[in-house]
């Protein structure tokens, strides 16, 4: 199961939601495990959503002994490489599934262009949930992104910018995926 949105839309309450289904596996933004990896081996405690470190989180502690070399910083699960695309995202997904017993992953990675590299491959069962939040709430959120994390600096922001790119990513996604058989578009405040 896939999230696909643009930022600040939704996905990391439809993904705890969904992630409370003891049938599903959250890995999160899975794309971006390399940036995890090096995080951790700078010394930098990057934490999981169960409040652990990635070292003492028993998820990310066994996604790491059953990736072996394949669990370093230089891992690139977003690269453009299909063959290592599809070997190295299929090892993790296959990882996560038997570290948790569950039988479906969800991946909040977010991206279009990671959405249609998964559609291509045959071996797994994707479902695409595209979520769309109403654009002046995306707007209203990166606004107030900074403030809620003690930001003080002037954050650059342009709202124009965002309600733009929030209409081209909710036009083009479903142009490009709307034809694949498992493409579901749902409403964030239909969530809500």
């Not at 909040?108 to 959405?115: D, E, P, V, Y």
Request: net charge positive; aromatic share 8%.
């Amino acid at each position: 199961l896939y999230v696909l949105c643009k930022g600040r839309s939704g996905s990391t309450l439809t993904g705890l939601l969904l992630g409370a289904h003891p049938e599903v596996a959250p890995v999160g933004e899975i794309a971006a495990v390399g940036k995890w990896i090096r995080r951790v081996e700078r010394g930098d405690p990057a934490t999981c959503t169960c409040g652990e470190t990635f070292t003492t989180c028993s998820f990310w502690s066994g996604m790491q002994k059953r990736l072996g070399a394949l669990w370093t910083g230089t891992t690139d699960l977003k690269t453009t490489d299909a063959p290592a695309f599809q070997r190295d995202n299929l090892a993790v997904y296959r990882a996560a599934l038997e570290e948790t017993g569950a039988s479906v992953v969800l991946d909040k990675s977010k991206k279009l262009g990671r959405a249609l590299q998964l559609a291509e491959m045959e071996e797994i069962d994707l479902t695409i949930l595209h979520v769309v939040r109403d654009p002046r709430a995306v707007a209203h959120s990166f606004r107030q992104r900074g403030e809620r994390q003690g930001e003080t600096g002037r954050l650059k922001y342009n709202f124009y910018k965002n309600v733009a790119r929030w209409t081209w990513l909710n036009t083009v996604m479903p142009a490009r995926l709307g034809r694949h058989p498992h493409y579901v578009r749902v409403r964030y405040e239909d969530i809500v």
